[in-house]
């Protein structure tokens, strides 16, 4: 049986003529009282312990969710940095391949203007050759011409 406070303000307890309250009323009532306020006493304990387990539990779920955060933060600000890093990787890799294709470019131009020069060179040598070549002719003609038409005015 649980007593209420209003239990124990309200407990009369039977009066005996010459000797005062019934001293067995008195010390059951009293046992009782002393059973649930030790019962009481029990289940505080037990609720501060409950609590205090609680708020440990609290404090840790508190502190992980703290650190959840902050790890988020980190392994977001690694993201950016990683995505910046390949970012100017890319850019660097680009501008090496610009310089190369530059490079490329300018070397196959200078090519290109060595074979032009080569092909001028072998052109001015043809024409110096056929003009070499048509003097030679000539000179052979007038030669044959002298030869023969000397020949040929005294044969007549």
């Known amino acids: 049986m649980r007593i209420t406070p209003l239990d124990i303000r309200q407990q009369q ?12 009323e008195v ?15 029990k289940e505080s304990a037990l ?5 205090a ?6 404090r840790g779920i508190e502190d992980r969710e703290k650190m959840l955060q902050e790890t988020l933060v980190t392994t977001q ?3 950016e940095e990683m995505k910046e890093n390949a970012r100017r990787e890319a850019n660097l890799l680009i501008r090496e391949a610009e310089l190369q294709g530059d490079k ?8 290109e203007a060595k074979i032009k020069a080569e092909i ?4 001015r040598t043809r024409r110096q050759l056929t003009e070499g070549l048509r003097v030679t002719l000539d000179m052979y003609q ?11 005015a005294g044969s007549h």
């Open 53 to 58: 387990t609680l708020e440990e539990r609290s």
């Open 13 to 24: 307890f039977n009066i005996r003529t010459f000797r005062g309250f019934d001293r067995q």
């Open 47 to 51: 609720l501060k312990e409950q609590l």
């Open 120 to 123: 001028l060179a072998l052109k």
């Open 104 to 111: 490329f470019l300018e070397e196959a131009r200078a090519e």
């Open 77 to 79: 600000r690694l993201a």
């Open 142 to 152: 007038r030669l044959l011409a002298e030869e023969f038409g000397d020949a040929g």
């Open 27 to 41: 010390e059951a009532f009293l046992d009782d009282v002393a059973l649930d306020y030790e019962q009481l006493l």
